[in-house]
């Protein structure tokens, strides 16, 4: 049975920074995508950063300023998230198992529960 679980969120001020973990377990996914997605109270989710054998893709609205990255041994990827403005708040889910098409949530298998990130002004 595949797991992810979300670790990191909390509140912070704009400006701050926040590190997120999603620590896999059950299956590896070096051969697939990991990835992190956002959504806001009212809003679609929405992609953020996803980590494949290729390196990093981020949608532009974080890119500058979120970096993710993998730990194969732990089977873990992390969202290091600077600069943070109000408009991050969200909950951040993380996701694994793309192929391809990153940016889309629908490919991805395996979802974790989700944690909070609130950004304040």
């Known amino acids: 049975q595949v797991q992810l679980v979300e670790s990191g969120g909390g509140l912070v001020q704009a400006g701050g920074s926040l590190r997120l973990s999603c620590a896999a377990s059950?299956?590896?996914?070096?051969?697939?995508?990991m990835g992190w997605f956002r959504q806001a109270p009212g809003k679609e989710r929405e992609f953020v950063a996803a980590i494949s054998w290729v390196g990093g893709v981020y949608a532009d609205s974080v890119k500058g300023r979120f970096t993710i990255s993998g730990d194969k041994v732990k089977n873990t990827v992390y969202l290091q998230m600077n600069s943070l403005k109000p408009e991050d708040t969200a909950v951040y889910y993380c996701a694994a198992g793309a192929s391809y098409n990153y940016r889309d949530s629908a490919r991805y298998a395996y979802w974790g529960q989700g944690t909070q990130v609130t950004v304040s002004s």
């Open positions: 059950g299956r590896t996914f070096s051969s697939a995508a």
